[in-house]
């Protein structure tokens, strides 16, 4: 029989993988896996307790909030609030980002970013939604408080990156730099348990995602590429909720593209809790993640906590040939 190996047996041992650990990211990732367990009963039982729906703000960014939004920020700030290894936060719910009090004078050398709930269009409908995550070792002195340049460094910086994905079940998957490991929830015992280990992306696959409905507002050369996707036969699949789109083709290979569009001229999605997290765990799993001109996402110097970016992310050889694409057509005259 399998011994069930738990994330907190699964961190711990991780830990000791690294001879002058000191258990502070260890602390970090297991504050993040409480929260994930919470926010799921709340995603679960949201239909019972009239928590679906929106709360009537706008976020730092100008979308609609709904309630769950709220929820899973203050669970997860929460949480973070608990080990102490967390000196601030930033999140897309927060206009700036939130120093979290040091605990028992505790000097802490961590920040982390999220996306609570990401894709929360879809609650109301039952479609899966996710947490993404990411966590950089702050540049400030750690005596002091957080600053805005802790928070605002490349992808390639970050000391751990992962997703929860509340959907059929519940998974929660991360990297600390070392591969990508899956744990999916087990309800009955109330334990992340290691489910999918070492978790490597196929070199190519047979899924594309993106909006197509905003075919007529991509450049050119996104236009051709769709095309191509289309006459190769892939399968077009658009969840709406990014990190179960890019959960798709993780595992089962595949592209997912965010290009520019007339009303989202840089893009949509956000560069340091949406597309940096989710670009280091496909990196970590052998696949790639560019802007759609072309930049390493890991490499974006971000300028803003809540800056954007286009994206195409997924299968190393399959963003290889969007690249080439992108380099073919886009001198040509729209
Ligand atoms: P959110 O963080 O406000 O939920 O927005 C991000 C979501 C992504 O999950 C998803 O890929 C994208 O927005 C969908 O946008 P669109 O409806 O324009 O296709
Ligand atoms: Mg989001």
């Known amino acids: 029989m399998n011994r069930i190996v738990t994330l907190d047996e699964f961190i711990l041992r991780r830990q000791k993988d690294f001879p002058y650990a000191t258990g502070e990211l260890t602390g970090l990732l297991r504050d993040i896996g409480v929260a994930a367990k919470i926010v799921n009963r709340e995603v679960n039982k949201a239909g019972l307790v009239n928590i679906l729906g929106f709360a009537g703000e706008e976020n730092a960014t100008g979308d609609r909030v709904a309630k769950l939004d709220i929820y899973a920020n203050e669970k997860l700030i929460e949480c973070l609030s608990n080990s102490g290894e ?45 947490t993404i995550f990411g966590i950089y ?25 992962g997703y929860v994905l509340y959907g059929t ?50 450049d050119v050369e996104m236009r051709r590429y769709i095309d191509y996707c289309s006459d190769l036969n892939l399968r077009l699949r658009y969840i709406g909720s990014m990190v179960a789109d890019v959960h798709r083709i993780l595992f089962q290979g595949g592209i997912f593209l965010y290009p520019n569009t007339r009303k989202y001229p840089h893009g949509k999605l956000r560069l340091l809790y949406e597309c940096n997290p ?25 300028q803003d906590l809540h800056q954007r970016a286009t994206i195409a992310i997924g299968s190393a050889e399959m963003v290889d040939e969007m690249v080439e694409f992108v380099q073919r057509y886009s001198a040509l005259p729209v």
Request: net charge negative; with cysteine.
């Open 278 to 302: 989710l670009s280091f765990i496909v990196e970590q799993a052998g696949g790639k993640a560019v802007t759609c001109q072309l930049e390493r996402i890991l490499d974006i110097e971000p």
């Open 169 to 218: 079940s519940t998974l929660l998957v991360y990297s600390t730099g070392r591969g990508v490991n899956g744990f999916t929830l087990d309800p009955t015992i109330g334990e992340f348990c290691l489910s999918h280990p070492d978790i490597q992306m196929p070199g190519r696959g047979r899924y594309y995602s993106v909006n197509q409905g905003y075919y007529l507002k991509f």
């Open 86 to 130: 967390c000196c601030a936060i930033a999140s897309e719910e927060n206009e700036d980002f939130v120093p979290l009090p040091p605990l028992e004078g505790k000097s802490s050398k961590y920040v982390v970013v999220f996306d609570p709930l990401d894709g929360s269009s879809n609650i109301d409908v039952n479609v899966p939604v996710g």
């Open 137 to 161: 070792r702050r540049k400030s002195d750690p005596s002091g408080p957080a600053t805005l340049e802790d928070f605002l460094q490349k992808g390639s910086e970050l000391v751990a990156a």
